[in-house]
């Protein structure tokens, strides 16, 4: 099966949604998910360890995608995608257990803040970590288009 740069795009992007989905909620272990949030050491390490498995998660999807769809993936920007979706995971997940400090110490919850989500976060339990899916899902979107950016020296044109 030939792809378009967009049927590669919304392929890449539904795989590395549904294996996100599976990473976050199927693969993680409990352990990390209580303590990827806590200061120093322990918390750094329980997230990394869930960074790990989740990205293992979506390169072997990515994978399987690309063999049973050929989507004809350059690796080298798929490593890229998946380390886009990686680094910004992880900095997600270090909030964990933050979003309703009053004073908060997490980045992400001050980037949150910051642009206007503190009564939100505040006031409703539910608020931190839909912003928190929303990052990740906005940032798989990042990382399905570095993924699915055609290789060097394949364009054939616009389309007929």
């Given amino acids: 099966m030939s792809s378009t740069a967009a049927s590669r795009f919304a392929a890449v992007y539904a795989v590395l949604t549904a294996a996100h989905e599976i990473g976050d909620y199927w693969i993680q272990q409990d352990r990390d998910a209580a303590a990827k949030g806590k200061p120093g050491r322990e918390g750094q390490t329980a ?35 998946l380390a886009v979706s990686a680094v910004t995971h992880y900095a997600a997940d270090r909030s964990a257990g933050h979003w309703q400090e009053e004073k908060p110490t997490a980045r992400l919850v001050r980037l949150a803040r910051w642009k206007g989500s503190t009564n939100w ?5 539910g608020a931190g970590p839909l912003l928190d899916q929303a990052w990740h899902k906005g940032w ?21």
């Fill in 121 to 125: 976060l505040l006031r409703d339990p």
């Fill in 140 to 160: 798989i979107a990042v990382a399905a288009a570095v993924t699915s950016a055609t290789r060097a020296g394949t364009y054939t044109g616009p389309p007929k």
């Fill in 47 to 81: 997230c990394a360890r869930h960074v790990a498995t989740y990205t293992a998660t979506q390169a072997l999807a990515l994978l399987a995608a690309d063999r049973t769809l050929r989507l004809n993936l350059d690796w080298r920007r798929a490593a890229a995608g």
